[in-house]
């Protein structure tokens, strides 16, 4: 950060004012004051000395002055009177001098060729123009001539001269072919300054084309034509190769024999060339040769001025711009080629002009006063000094005795009214002249105050200012000034008062505030102004913004807090880099900082805070340091080429101000993954030239990342490649399994190896496999790619395998042995699967694992659902893991059965499944549906048959009981028992009827179990037992059984179908 002090503010108003040089008055440029003035003429504007007009236009002769009163003008031509009104074609401009001559009704404009000098005039004198030669603007045509075709022997110097007409000014020459194609230059043929077109040896391809030389004319804007030229050239060899044109030894292929260097311009071996002040040089140097030669340039004892000099037309052209006496001397200009080399020494004179060393001012004095006037000029040779008076010589002028003639210098001594002219210095030599006007005017004037009155000046605490007081007066008055009206004069302390009456106050104060009167006096009287001086506060910058370093896109926020005076409008602006900033959206600009969002690397700089008002400012700068990315290295190169190493080498760029940590060095080979940049290595950011390790037969080409703390660069462009050797391949591919992707095969895949691992051409691979219980012989294939899959293979079996691979250079280690499975398939069902029920409240299932996995497990899918007669409940889904073979259910409810589904799953899916229900329910839970069913006709009617047939029965035990002892209900018979009829057990005995067919209103199910179709209602509800049968003394008892499992509910089912109890049970 830094703080910039401004200079102080300066108060002055922009007046010209009295200058004291040798008693001369410089009258102000005040109109009022040059109105009021009697002045000389003095020419204002003039036309040139070398006048060239076009013929085609009017001709204008510029000539004008002023003075007061207004001069009158009159013209010389060739040093006599040109009387303007006895020519009707020439005219005066009104309030000028200048001359028009008018051709609109005939005339020829060469006839006014000449010498013309213009003269202003009034009472007090009369002023001179420069003597103005005017030319007319010549374009001569071509004189017309036959030109016979060249003939010059192939390898031979030859000059083309072009001869212009002579032209004003001089035309511009260039070369063409008659079909106006531009001919082609170079170091052997090129156009000299003199327009000749220049060979330096001939070649047979310049016959292609003819050579016209062109002249344009600047006025005119014609272009004339010559004759063009026809080449003849003369070979040993007239087969035109145009291939040999670029042959680096093209002249001996064409047979043409070499030769020395010669000089074709200038010739010989010196010459002299004078040049003036001022002016450019131009040294020429044309040389011939075969090889064509080449051209440099020394100057004897010294350098070639650098700054001044150029090289033109092939280095056969040296020019020094303008020139000064320090250039003169020898130069001279060395012709090479392999057969040798020859010189040309040129010896530069400058000669000069007449130039200005000191030019004849005005001069206006009081009466009285002495004055002087100068003319001094200098040339080469030194030029003469003519003085004149109102245009007429010194000499033959009246005498003066307050002047006197030293030389290039006139003194005047007590100079009166009578004194006043306009005299003219004339310098001239051989090379040109000059002329100037000085006016000698003396004047008697008053005090006069120049500025406005009673100005008010606001300036800056302890700065120091200036207080003018411009004004005119002659003699010239002498100035005082005063404070407030009141005290002595001001002048020395704090105040200092300069020639030109100007008041400094060199550090100002509080109490310098007030009101300053400056009085101006001389012999014809005084004048006086007021200045009111108030002082402001200073502008200051307490808080100013700091130099921040940045990451790419934060956000930086530079403060500036600014104390200024309250009575001053303040503005708060920024620059950067010390140009003005541009506000963009990024940026947001407030009264006391400035923020800038997303940091940019173009955001790098000096950032100045400028706090200013209209009479004052500070600055405070601060530089923002942004850490960007750095740029991307550059230049790598190869070297120390091994057969598994290399030396890469590179340029590290810009770290952008965070400095680089890491170099990554990435490869890319185009045979395996073209175009994919991999990481080779790392290495740190000091580094930049490292030795890399190579893998055999790889194209390798590499790149280089630079990183920072901000990021990575952009890749660098690529090294030039490099190929390695090859090898057998010395490790094999990774992740090989064998898996089947159908039950009868097995998939063997691995991952294939890269470029750097290949090692050879024709990279393969050999997979072998056998089964692993039976040991037999290894199967083998070669595969190019990363799979193979083996067919016919049994369900789920573990296989052997082997992946090796092998390139055109040989095999490579022996491979590991992996274990493979070939494809599996859907398993069987789950074995001994068991439902069993506890209590009310819960459900146990177990299952063993299936006998045919055909794979490995994943789990077992359960599926279950309740039901409670035709009304089913939603099927729930449970996975098990392959290890659980156990799962226990609460029941929802104790009056609903349940219907398990059970599956083992493998990866093909699920297999095979087994299904088994819940045990039936106790009595109790149906009693909840008997009131429904009770209500019906069809059952009241059913239960009356039932009790009517259960009376019957009631009697007939009775009876047989009545007669003693136990009677089997059965009579033995001889026939067996059918097969439905369970077997005798302790005399016993089922009811059924004869067909053992179901109750009318049941139905039978697949599996032969009689299932309700419409009632829920049993018999079991009325007789408390779920199977009526009568015990041995006849009395009929009710009895419930809970069947445990699927095998027992079959063992009893027909036994239970026999009864009519239970044929009616089963109506539930």
């Not at 040089?281 to 001025?305: F, Q, R």
Request: negative net charge.
């Amino acid at each position: 950060m830094a703080r910039q002090q401004p200079p102080p503010w300066v108060h002055a108003a922009v007046l010209l004012c009295l200058l004291c040089l040798s008693g001369a008055i410089e009258i102000p440029m005040d109109p009022s004051i040059q109105n009021e003035l009697s002045q000389p003429p003095t020419i204002t504007k003039q036309s040139v000395k070398d006048h060239i007009v076009d013929p085609r236009d009017n001709i204008l002769i510029e000539c004008e002055a002023k003075g007061n009163p207004a001069p009158s003008f009159h013209w010389t031509r060739n040093s006599r009177y040109f009387n303007i009104a006895k020519d009707p074609r020439v005219s005066m401009r009104r309030r000028s001098g200048t001359l028009v001559i008018d051709f609109r009704s005939g005339g020829r404009p060469e006839e006014y060729e000449g010498e013309y000098q213009c003269f202003a005039r009034n009472k007090y004198g009369t002023a001179l123009s420069n003597r103005i030669r005017l030319q007319v603007s010549k374009s001569p045509l071509w004189p017309k001539e036959n030109l016979d075709p060249v003939v010059v022997q192939e390898g031979a110097p030859l000059t083309l001269q072009c001869n212009p007409p002579p032209g004003l000014p001089s035309p511009v020459i260039f070369w063409m072919s008659s079909s106006m194609e531009p001919i082609t230059q170079d170091k052997r043929v090129s156009q000299g300054h003199n327009g000749d077109l220049y060979f330096s040896n001939v070649m047979l391809q310049d016959m292609q084309t003819d050579y016209s030389c062109n002249a344009r004319f600047h006025f005119t804007h014609t272009i004339q034509q010559k004759n063009a030229f026809t080449l003849k050239v003369l070979t040993n060899n007239p087969y035109n190769d145009s291939s040999l044109r670029n042959h680096p030894d093209m002249y001996s292929a064409r047979g043409v024999a070499e030769r020395t260097p010669s000089f074709m311009y200038p010739q010989g071996t010196a010459s002299s060339q004078m040049v003036l002040r001022g002016m450019d040089l131009l040294l020429e140097c044309i040389a011939s040769g075969v090889p064509t030669p080449d051209i440099a340039w020394y100057k004897k004892g010294g350098d070639l001025p650098s700054d001044k000099a150029k090289f033109e037309n092939f280095n056969k052209a040296l020019r020094i711009t303008n020139v000064s006496e320090e250039d003169s001397g020898e130069y001279f200009c060395l012709a090479s080629n392999k057969m040798g080399s020859t010189r040309h020494t040129i010896s530069v004179r400058v000669k000069a002009a007449p130039y200005w060393l000191d030019e004849p001012k005005n001069l206006i004095l009081a009466p009285g006063e002495d004055g002087r006037l100068v003319c001094r000029a200098n040339g080469n040779p030194k030029p003469t000094v003519q003085w004149m008076i109102n245009g007429e010589p010194l000499q033959s002028a009246p005498p003066n005795p307050n002047r006197e003639v030293a030389g290039d210098t006139i003194i005047f001594r007590d100079t009166q009214i009578s004194s006043r002219a306009v005299y003219q210095c004339n310098t001239s030599n051989e090379h040109g002249y000059l002329l100037a006007n000085a006016f000698v005017s003396v004047l008697d004037v008053p005090p006069r105050m120049l500025s406005p009155r009673n100005q008010l000046i606001r300036v800056i605490l302890y700065n120091r200012t200036r207080l003018d007081c411009p004004f005119f007066g002659s003699p010239i008055p002498t100035l005082r000034w005063f404070k407030n009206g009141q005290g002595s004069n001001l002048d020395g302390g704090n105040y200092h008062v300069y020639e030109n009456g100007s008041l400094e106050i060199k550090m100002i104060r509080k109490e310098d505030q007030g009101i300053y009167t400056c009085v101006a006096t001389n012999i014809l009287g005084k004048a006086e102004n007021q200045v009111r001086l108030e002082v402001k506060d200073p502008t200051r910058i307490f808080r100013m913004p700091e130099d921040q370093v940045a990451k790419r896109g934060t956000t930086v926020q530079l403060e500036c807090r600014v104390k200024h005076d309250p009575s001053l409008k303040l503005t708060v602006s920024w620059l950067k880099d010390d140009e003005p900033l541009y506000i963009g959206n990024r940026m947001k600009k407030e009264d006391d900082s400035l923020t800038i969002y997303g940091v940019a690397e173009r955001d790098q700089g000096s950032y100045t805070c400028v706090a200013s008002t209209e009479l004052d400012q500070d600055l405070a700068k601060a530089y923002l340091t942004v850490l960007g990315r750095p740029d991307r290295p550059r230049d790598l190169e190869l070297t120390d080429l091994a057969e598994r190493s290399v030396r890469l080498t590179w340029i590290p760029g810009d770290d952008n101000n965070s400095p680089i940590t890491d170099f990554v060095v990435q490869f890319e080979e185009d045979q395996f993954q073209p175009g994919v940049w991999h990481d080779h290595s790392k290495f740190p950011g000091s580094v930049n030239s490292a030795v890399l390790q190579l893998s055999p037969y790889v194209n390798y080409q590499f790149r280089v990342i630079a990183i920072n703390e901000v990021g990575s660069s952009h890749p660098s462009l690529p090294s030039e490649r490099y190929r390695t050797s090859g090898a057998p391949p010395e490790s094999n591919p990774a992740d090989v399994k064998g898996e089947g992707t159908r039950k009868n095969n097995m998939e063997i895949t691995w991952t294939p190896m890269n470029a750097t691992s290949a090692f050879g051409p024709n990279l393969r691979y050999i997979v072998k496999w056998r089964r692993r219980e039976t040991r037999e012989s290894w199967n083998n294939v070669t595969v190019w790619g990363s799979r193979y899959v083996v067919g016919q293979t049994p369900v789920y079996v573990p296989y052997e395998i082997r992946v090796q691979a092998e390139n055109d250079f040989g095999k490579g280690p022996e491979p590991d042995t992996v274990i493979g499975y070939s494809g599996e398939d859907l398993p069987s069902a789950p074995r001994r699967f068991r439902v069993r029920q506890p209590n009310l409240e819960t459900i146990n299932l177990e299952w063993d694992h299936p006998e045919h996995p055909n794979g490995i497990l994943i789990g077992y899918t359960l599926k279950y659902l309740a039901f409670n007669g035709t009304k089913l409940g939603k099927q729930i889904v449970e996975n098990f893991s392959p290890n659980q073979t156990k799962f226990t259910m609460q029941r929802a409810d104790p009056v609903s059965r349940y219907r398990f589904t059970l599956s083992a799953r493998t990866q093909v899916g699920s297999g095979e499944a087994v299904t088994e229900e819940s045990p039936a329910p106790p009595n109790e839970a149906y009693t909840n549906n008997q009131a429904d069913i009770a209500t019906q006709g069809w059952f009241i009617g059913l239960m009356c048959a039932i009790a009517l047939l259960v009376l019957i029965l009631l009697i007939v035990c009775f009876i047989k009981r009545s007669r003693g002892g136990k009677y089997p209900v059965r009579e033995k018979k001889d026939v067996p028992l059918g097969p439905e009829d369970p077997k005798e057990e302790d005399g016993s005995f089922d009811y059924s009827d004869e067909d053992n067919k179901p109750l009318q209103g049941s139905q039978t199910s697949l599996d032969g179990t009689i299932k309700q179709q419409e009632s829920d209602d049993s018999l079991v509800d009325y007789g408390e037992g779920g199977e009526g049968q009568f015990n041995e003394d006849g009395s009929f008892i009710g009895q419930y059984t809970v069947k445990k499992d699927k095998e027992e509910t079959e063992g009893n089912e027909s036994s239970e179908a026999t009864s009519p109890v239970n044929a009616i049970y089963s109506l539930a």
